[in-house]
């Protein structure tokens, strides 16, 4: 990580220099919300494979990087893309036919995980999970814990309540700390330096980005460094975070972003009704992937296929951020 | 033979969880049905309620109705849009904890109120794999109150879960305290026949009311495992208020309780 003043770069460039095949990644936003999409597709475009993802809720971003194969393992809470797929499609069939590895923990202690690691301390403690499966079921063999070690040695601990039971507990769940390799995240504002300011919810993203050793930052507007300093109060991500800066307007997109557009649930179930693709062949699901993915050399291209029609039936209201009266389906 | 009812399953479900939400409530809410749960109990019984959502925003203006609790519907007028970490801090933190009710949805559901959201087969190479916990195995850990909404079938009402991803009474008795947990989890079941409940004392789940046109016996045929009916009255049935507030005010397009 740099402080130099301008970390402004395209998009292919940052993902070329920071996202390699085995990188253990995280991707901003929530399930249809301020997911880094532009980011997503160019990973895929460039083919790199073997990712380890860590999420807490995610979806679109990361059921297009499990159906474009690049994910080999992966460690989540949730994986659902609201109406459209309430199971991401291409992660369940993933798992059906045993063809990533992967481990179930909750929103809470992933979100941990992340803080955790942006704390720099081994583990955080909480009282979620006692009892439940997802301390039972442990996804990644003790032996390649130990042979890998960007893994923690166990899934996670149960300890007795050092303080006695201080605080009405009596046992705590103890979660490993996440330092990813490379978050992506894509915000509303960014300056060239990579200070960000976020609208809406920021989910968990603060934490990814502040856990990892190198971060992208997409941005709906690359602003002046004077308007983003003007209020502080606004801004969540200082630039010593921050790796790499990629002006996207509309990076987020099929998925919403807070002010700016909502999501395109129409997209979303195309997207949904072409990985639901049962054929052996995978023709539907290919011909998505080849139109809208592959056969486009950048996001910009991917919007002009899109079209103006669906991107202005998107477009936020500025009263409320999102699109009012918006048909979805 | 089930008379017709001046209400869909759907509307009785959603009156029913509504009922159990009391003024001051702080309501977890995910989407669809026990949302409009959320919003009837607001408008109906409990207008101190608040709404709450696992990614972070308070008390949301929801002038339409989201469709994920990422939707940026719930980001509109929401008295702070904070994040993750925050949100489960607020349930985990006794003090605002002891105030939050949740609502969740599963696939599967046993005797002692504990959930299944993540698959069904074996956990490495199931059947049919579902999105997961997301933050339910976090609010059924904390927090004193819960309401399972369920479509009442023997598939789902089973004797074992094939994965327990949200803790109610675990094995019953005192094993929720002996694994460590506070007292809370699912404390009532419902669903499109009936109300269930959880017996203090053995944390087995027992049919409180049946609705009506609906028989403790259709219930019991409905679930695996052997369930107390002796308790078992008929449910008040929705008041015409109550329905009215609800479909007038809370789903006027009915894009939840359908046509």
Not at chain 1, 201 to 228: G, M, Y
Not at chain 1, 251 to 274: E, M, Q
Request: glycine share 8%; hydrophobic share 40%.
């Amino acid at each position: 990580m740099t402080n130099h003043l301008n970390k402004v770069m395209p998009l292919k460039q940052a993902i070329e220099q920071y996202v390699k095949n085995g990188s253990h990644i995280s991707i901003g936003g929530f399930t249809l919300n301020r997911n880094p999409m532009a980011a997503v597709y160019e990973i895929i475009r460039q083919n790199i494979k073997d990712l380890h993802l860590y999420a807490h809720s995610n979806g679109t971003g990361l059921d297009e990087l499990i159906g474009a194969g690049c994910i080999s393992k992966l460690e989540i809470a949730y994986a659902g893309n609201g109406k459209a797929a309430p199971t991401c499609i291409r992660f369940a069939r993933s798992i059906q036919n045993n063809e990533i590895l992967f481990e179930d923990y909750s929103n809470y202690m992933m979100s941990l995980r992340f803080m955790a690691g942006a704390m720099g301390v081994p583990f955080l403690p909480t009282l979620s999970g006692l009892g439940s499966d997802i301390l039972t079921k442990w996804g990644f063999s003790r032996s390649m814990r130990k042979s890998d070690p960007k893994i923690a040695d166990k899934k996670l601990a149960v300890i007795d309540n050092p303080f006695g039971d201080w605080a009405e507990a009596s046992k705590v769940v103890l979660v490993p700390a996440i330092n990813p390799d490379i978050t992506i995240i894509h915000v509303q504002k960014a300056d060239a330096m990579g200070t960000c300011s976020i609208k809406g919810l920021s989910f968990a993203d603060i934490e990814q980005v502040k856990a990892s050793k190198n971060v992208i930052v997409t941005c709906e507007k690359l602003v002046k460094k004077e308007e983003l300093r003007q209020n502080p109060d606004l801004n969540q991500i200082p630039f010593i975070h921050v790796s790499a800066v990629c002006h996207v307007p509309m990076g987020g997109y099929p998925t919403a972003v807070y002010g700016h557009y909502d999501y395109d649930s129409k997209y979303l179930r195309k997207f949904a009704i072409a990985a639901k693709d049962q054929n052996k062949n995978q023709d539907k699901f290919k011909k998505y992937q080849d139109k809208y993915i592959y056969g486009v050399k950048d996001h910009e291209a991917f919007l002009a296929i899109v079209g103006q029609k669906r991107i202005d039936a998107i477009k936020a209201d500025p009263r409320t951020g999102y699109s009012v009266n918006m048909k979805r389906d | 033979m089930i008379t017709a009812q001046p209400y869909t399953p759907k509307e009785i479900m959603t009156i029913m969880a509504a009922r159990e939400i009391k003024n001051g409530d702080i309501v977890f809410s995910g989407t669809g049905i026990s949302m409009l749960a959320a919003m009837a109990a607001k408008n109906i019984n409990a207008p101190e309620s608040v709404i709450f959502f696992e990614t972070g925003a308070i008390d949301s203006l929801l002038e339409e109705l989201p469709f994920a609790v990422a939707d940026p519907r719930i980001m509109y007028w929401a008295a702070s849009n904070s994040r993750l970490t925050d949100s489960f801090a607020t349930m985990q933190n006794k003090i605002t904890g002891e105030k939050v009710i949740a609502i969740l949805g599963a696939a599967q559901i046993d005797i002692n109120g504990n959930l299944n959201t993540t698959c069904i087969g074996d956990y490495f190479s199931p059947e049919i794999r579902f999105s997961g916990s997301g933050g339910g195995c976090d609010v059924a850990s904390f927090v004193p109150r819960c309401i399972a909404f369920m479509q009442h079938e023997k598939r789902k009402f089973v004797k074992k879960l094939d994965y327990l991803t949200s803790p109610g009474q675990l094995g019953g008795s005192n094993s929720r305290r002996e694994a460590g947990l506070r007292p809370g989890g699912v404390s009532a079941v419902v669903t499109n026949l009936g109300v269930m409940r959880f017996d203090k004392d053995s944390g087995r789940m027992y049919l409180d009311k049946f609705y009506p046109g609906i028989t403790p016996e259709k219930i019991l045929e409905n679930t695996e495992f052997k369930m107390d009916v002796s308790k078992a009255t008929q449910a008040d049935p929705p008041t015409k208020t109550e329905l009215k507030i609800l479909r007038e005010d809370c789903d006027p397009q009915r894009l939840i309780l359908g046509r």
